[in-house]
């Protein structure tokens, strides 16, 4: 990789009524050409401490900190908005929904109430506290109308969202490892036209297998595609779902390196974490996969670089036809 800069920015969403609905983190990433993107927090568990002494680039021209959280506001804050805006409508829609039943099934029961105690009235009843009861039912009926207007009044502020409290937290140097052209290292770095080849090979072979994939590549997930399975007679629901890393090969023998994110992520995930490992991507791709990989082999985990490795060979009995 190339030297990059990471900031780290907070943001909240609020509502109408200034309740905190989330709080969340983001990271910018600008390289050395101040070309900027979004990045998710765990980009952080791909990298391992520098030494004390290394250098940092100085000198070089990069956004400034309002350019970034224009950025931000636009490729992560705004989208991050209609997400939550989206959720809020639905819950404050049903708040309301149950609010106008009972309240108003409350407000009926106490006029219906009021109506009978006023005919007891105009019919001449003498019965001891009638107009009493009468004031009180109508007091009744007059708090429950301004409780309900005064929650509906609530509710709509509370469906208004936006975005608060941008704030500049910290910033990182991110640098090509020292070692990166050893041979024990060298070998570890990633291509990336050789990764694309993988990455299509194995979403063609899983919409030929009736899988639907979507690419979480930029999202730093600890995984590359999310492949589901729909249901024979429902498309729009699945039966089965997929969480696939992607790793390539140019040709057909060498190792295969988990970040410290990826790893992580296919404890939590389990069978429902798939390694895809794609050989031969220099000529023609052969996909071989497995499920939950981190129990099924052993890894040996590479501190300096942080990274968990095995040998492909170790795999090769799951190639797929």
């Not at 309002?66 to 939550?84: G, Y």
């Not at 009744?140 to 608060?164: D, T």
């Not at 194995?202 to 297998?209: D, F, G, L, P, T």
Request: hydrophobic content about 35%; glycine content about 4%; charged content about 30%.
């Amino acid at each position: 990789m190339k030297p990059a800069l990471l900031d780290v920015f907070s943001a909240s969403i609020k509502d109408g009524r200034n309740h905190t609905l989330h709080k969340k983190l983001f990271i910018t990433e600008t390289d050395l050409e101040s070309n900027t993107t979004i990045k998710q927090p765990t980009i952080f568990l791909d990298f391992s401490l520098a030494p004390k002494d290394i250098k940092v680039p100085i000198d070089v021209n990069l956004p400034s900190q309002e350019r970034l959280e224009q950025l931000l506001n636009k490729e992560a804050l705004q989208p991050f908005l209609k997400e939550i805006e989206k959720q809020r409508n639905k819950e404050i829609t049903t708040i309301e929904n149950h609010l106008e039943v009972s309240l108003n099934e409350i407000i009926n029961g106490e006029n219906i109430k009021f109506a009978e105690l006023q005919n007891q009235k105009d019919e001449g009843s003498t019965e001891y506290g009638l107009d009493g009861r009468i004031s009180q039912t109508f007091e009744r009926i007059e708090e429950l109308n301004e409780r309900l207007e005064r929650r509906k009044k609530e509710l709509s502020q509370e469906r208004e969202c936006m975005v608060s409290d941008i704030e500049h937290i910290a910033f990182a140097w991110v640098l090509p490892h020292p070692e990166r052209d050893t041979p024990q290292i060298s070998h570890m770095i990633r291509n990336e036209e050789t990764e694309r080849i993988a990455v299509q090979a194995v979403i063609a072979h899983e919409e030929k297998n009736g899988w639907q994939v979507e690419s979480v590549e930029k999202d730093n997930r600890g995984f590359d595609l999310i492949s589901r399975k729909p249901h024979p007679e429902d498309p729009k629901t699945f039966i089965e779902v997929k969480f696939i890393e992607v790793k390539g090969n140019k040709g057909r023998e060498g190792t295969i390196g988990l970040t410290t994110n990826e790893y992580k992520t296919a404890e939590r995930l389990k069978k429902d974490y798939w390694l895809y490992y794609v050989i031969n991507c220099g000529s023609i791709p052969e996909i071989q996969a497995i499920s939950d990989p981190v129990n099924t082999f052993g890894w040996k985990p590479i501190v300096t670089i942080e990274q968990y490795m095995l040998s492909s060979r170790e795999m090769s009995i799951y190639s797929l036809k």
